[in-house]
């Protein structure tokens, strides 16, 4: 499943766009019955933690979603000041109230697209963009922007779906671990009621074939990455080789 955040789309989706906002209303609950989104999020946290970041650090999360990342994020680094970028309406209102439940005082959510937000140089201590940057055209823009926003010492943690999205790969690995997980009644109620994701994967599937989505390999990825001005100090292929996951910085 794909688990990519992003910009919102038209109001009049061609079969190659995605519904976010649809996507947004099921997403945390196939996100439940993949294992390898829960070991995305743990490198994630394993990944900052040798980032060294400041006691009192401000992170933005770019194409932040649903919330999920600053979430487990923040009940590690709980005194970190968190921005939560996001353009998708239904979106904003899941992480609005995630936030709320898990009392997490210390984020400011904007409802904003990653070319229509603006900060000032040098505003954080790291930037993470997670299975996002693919959706975000012209990534060279964002990129840009990425580094203006980033202090000089800061890190660029982005997590970037770059592969074919093989949705009866994706069906047959969540159907196995949720049975073993959850049972099979379970699972198949999951399945009914999140039959959304599904469709909307399907879409994202079209944008990668039609070029609409960044469709790149692990070199392509680190080659942009280094084009726009950053220094890969980690590169490694994650989620079950969907995703690529760089950590940067800004070369002097």
Known sequence: MNSGRSIESAVTLGPDELDWTAYALKYDLMCEFIPAYQEMINTLLQKLSEC??????????????????????????????????????????????????NAIKHVEVLHESAF????EENSFDSIICINALYAMDPQTEVLARVKKWLKPDGKFLVI????????????????????????????????????????????????????????????????????????????????R???????????E
């Open 52 to 101: 060294n970041l400041p006691p009192n650090a401000s992170i933005c999360d770019l194409g932040a979603g649903t919330g999920n990342f600053i979430t487990a994020i923040a009940s590690k680094f709980p005194d970190v000041h968190y921005t939560h970028v996001e353009n998708s309406p239904g979106m904003v209102a899941v992480a609005q109230q995630k936030y709320e439940k």
């Open 116 to 119: 229509s937000v603006d900060f």
């Open 241 to 251: 080789g969907y995703s690529d996951l760089a950590i940067c910085s800004i070369k």
């Open 160 to 239: 970037d779906w770059g592969r074919e999205n093989r949705i009866l790969d994706w069906c047959w690995y969540v159907v196995k671990n949720a049975i073993r997980t959850h049972g099979f009644r379970r699972t198949l109620s999951a399945f009914i009621e999140g039959a959304e994701t599904i469709k909307q994967n399907r879409r994202g599937r079209k944008g990668h074939e039609s070029g609409k989505f960044w469709r790149h390999t692990t070199q392509e990825f680190s080659d942009t990455l280094i084009e726009a001005g950053f220094n890969v100090e980690h590169l490694s292929v994650v989620y």
